[in-house]
């Protein structure tokens, strides 16, 4: 399903690669971002508040802002209480360059933005292709810049259908466990696997966070992962992440909304995108048992081929995927 037809530079929806957006936000940061420090915990009073780090140092603020992913040591400390639960899914995820060898192994109509395969025994595996506009000349302008065209793939399935130490693998173990749990899978998609780098591969075990109650504001703020990380079930981690920065920002800001809305209105609707995600991807589903696996596989095959042969429900879950996904969000 294309993504829709462009029409705003801004907001329209785009394929994301995660470096190239952060070499993007890092443009003009340079003296304020410093890398390689280790957040260790902070200490608050009635007006500041300090983050101490692993090297020694120390930074004195107004406010800390917790963006520091599902394992935040900024929540442990804050919410000692908080949980981050195994969803029962694993994933094995690589990168390969766009070349004439790999393009051709793929169908055309996986370019344009996301491709799933929806396989027996409740594996999956995502394709995403990443081609940027380059100019004239095509390739970066910034020297030295290794970014290329690339397809991401990750493969799903079950925990108990890999290994207990594949989180340990490294990047060959982990193409060869991925060929081992693929061998009736299309000679090309595993083609694609093998031209893998295995530098890029890495283990994921996909985790979730549990609801917690609202909490008494104070001079820490939590957002993205580090409060709600969620499966990738709708792929919208984040998107919800950029979501609380940009409220984050205005409520810091405009003075139009105060920081104890933002934790609110976070924690609705960051831990509702938590639930629909894990209704999606999670090691309870029904693909991921036996007999009935089949049946649900097969209920979800026949509900894609219709959607996308009927013209008014392919529209109705176009828009679907759009709004979940924040397209026409204000
Ligand atoms: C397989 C997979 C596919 C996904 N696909 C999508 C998708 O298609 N769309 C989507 O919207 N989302 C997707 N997500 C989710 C998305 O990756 C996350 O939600 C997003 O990265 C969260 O951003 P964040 O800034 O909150 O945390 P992170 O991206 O985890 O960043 C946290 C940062 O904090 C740093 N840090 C951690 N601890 C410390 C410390 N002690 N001291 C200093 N720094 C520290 C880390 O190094 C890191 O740079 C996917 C996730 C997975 C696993």
């Known amino acids: 399903m294309p993504l829709r037809t462009p029409t705003d530079d801004v907001n329209d929806e785009k394929s994301v690669s995660r470096m190239t957006l952060r070499q993007v936000l890092y443009t003009g940061m340079t003296d304020v971002v410093r890398f390689g420090s280790d957040f260790t915990h902070y200490e608050q009073t009635e007006t500041e ?17 917790g963006a520091d992913g599902t394992n935040s040591r900024v929540r442990a400390q804050k919410l000692p209480h908080a949980r981050v639960d195994d969803s029962g899914v694993v994933a094995i995820g690589g990168k390969v360059p766009l070349t004439g060898e790999t393009r051709a192994l793929l169908p055309e109509g996986v370019f344009p933005g996301i491709g799933l395969v929806l396989a027996p025994r409740g594996m999956a595996c995502i394709l995403h292709v990443m081609e940027f506009p380059w100019g004239p000349g095509g390739g970066s302008p910034v020297p030295g810049d290794p970014t290329v065209d ?57 985790r979730t966070s549990v609801p917690v109650p609202a909490w008494p504001t104070d001079r820490v703020m939590l957002l993205g992962d580090a409060i709600h990380t969620m499966t990738p079930g709708q792929g919208v981690g984040a998107n919800t992440a950029l979501r609380d920065a940009h409220n984050l920002v205005r409520a810091l800001t405009s003075g139009s909304r105060s920081p104890q809305v933002y934790e609110r209105q976070m924690l609705d ?21 036996p007999v009935i696996g089949r049946l649900a596989l097969a209920g979800q095959r026949a509900f894609l081929r219709t959607t996308d042969r009927v013209p008014a429900l ?15 969000r204000e």
């Open 49 to 65: 508040i300090t983050a101490y780090f692993a090297d020694g140092s120390s930074v004195t603020g107004d406010l800390l802002v």
């Open 150 to 206: 690339h397809v991401n793939w990750g493969v799903s399935a079950h925990r108990d259908r890999f290994p207990a130490d594949v989180t340990g693998f490294d990047g060959p173990r982990l193409v060869a466990q991925t060929l081992a749990m693929t061998p009736r899978w299309s000679p090309a998609l595993r083609r694609l696997f093998t031209l893998t780098d295995p530098a890029t591969c890495f283990p994921i075990n996909i």
């Open 269 to 289: 609707y960051g831990f509702a995108a938590v639930a629909a995600s894990k209704a999606r991807t999670g090691g309870d589903q029904l693909v991921h048992r």
């Open 314 to 328: 392919k529209r109705k879950f176009e828009a679907s995927l759009y709004t979940t996904r924040g397209g026409d």
